[in-house]
T-cell receptor, first 112, second 112 residues
Framework: GNSVTQMEGPVTLSEEAFLTINCTYT??????LFWYVQYPGEGLQLLLK?????DKGSNKGFEATYRKETTSFHLEKGSVQVSDSAVYFC???????????FGQGTELSVKP | DAEITQSPRHKITETGRQVTLACHQT?????MFWYRQDLGHGLRLIHY???????NKGEVSDGYSVSRSNTEDLPLTLESAASSQTSVYFC???????????FGQGTRLTVV
């Protein structure tokens, strides 16, 4: 079945450091891929998405490219801020009526 | 603004009691979902609905039920609460033909 694996956290970075959070997936067909972010005490917010191979999703300085050849959707940001501290979830939609399959989440902590 | 709201935000209940968590969305989305979030597991799908009077079991449906009597609401019922159901519960909705889902703020349930 479909599944998502993302790098384990927590990840601790200094402000202005480069961020990569790895995400790989297993799916049949051509799923859509997402990154959701959960700030402390809040619900999940859609950060970015990509719906087909080679698409790049971007938002708030974050980027991720849909790589079908490596079944990956790694999240990157060139310079993180303290306000980026949150839990990040990689997810896929196997085009089965909107059901999402999530990775286990990666906690990011950015220190000033 | 259209939104999705969950209530209560926090609840403590005793083992064996019946508990109902509410989810209400004003987007007029056909698809609604309930997930639970546990450390190390990400979010896992409990139940979902593709429209009024439609309900389906997800990955972790044992001990839970839902009903869909209108488009806006999908209440989640724990028939006889167990300590293993202590978790954070998220409701989500998505529109037909759209791949992304939108989440509520979550309900933190503690079963003692």
């Amino acid at each position: 079945g479909n599944s998502v694996t993302q790098m384990e956290g927590p990840v601790t970075l200094s402000e202005e450091a480069f961020l990569t959070i790895n995400c790989t997936y297993t799916a049949t067909g051509y799923p859509s891929l997402f990154w959701y972010v959960q700030y402390p005490g809040e619900g999940l917010q859609l950060l970015l998405k990509a719906t087909k191979a080679d698409d790049k999703g971007s938002n708030k300085g974050f980027e991720a490219t849909y790589r079908k050849e490596t079944t990956s959707f790694h999240l990157e940001k060139g310079s993180v801020q303290v306000s980026d501290s949150a839990v990040y979830f990689c997810a896929l939609n196997g085009n089965q009526g909107g059901k999402l399959i999530f990775g286990q989440g990666t906690e990011l902590s950015v220190k000033p | 603004d259209a939104e999705i709201t969950q209530s209560p935000r926090h609840k403590i209940t005793e083992t064996g009691r019946q508990v109902t968590l509410a989810c209400h969305q004003t987007w007029n989305h056909n698809n609604m979902f309930w997930y639970r979030q546990d450390l190390g597991h990400g979010l896992r799908l409990i139940h979902y609905s593709y429209g009024v009077h439609d309900t389906n079991k997800g990955e972790v449906s044992d001990g839970y039920s839902v009903s869909r009597s209108n488009t806006e609401d999908l209440p989640l019922t724990l028939e006889s609460a167990a300590s293993s159901q202590t978790s954070v519960y998220f409701c989500a909705s998505s529109d037909i033909g759209r791949v992304e889902a939108f989440f509520g703020q979550g309900t933190r349930l503690t079963v003692v």
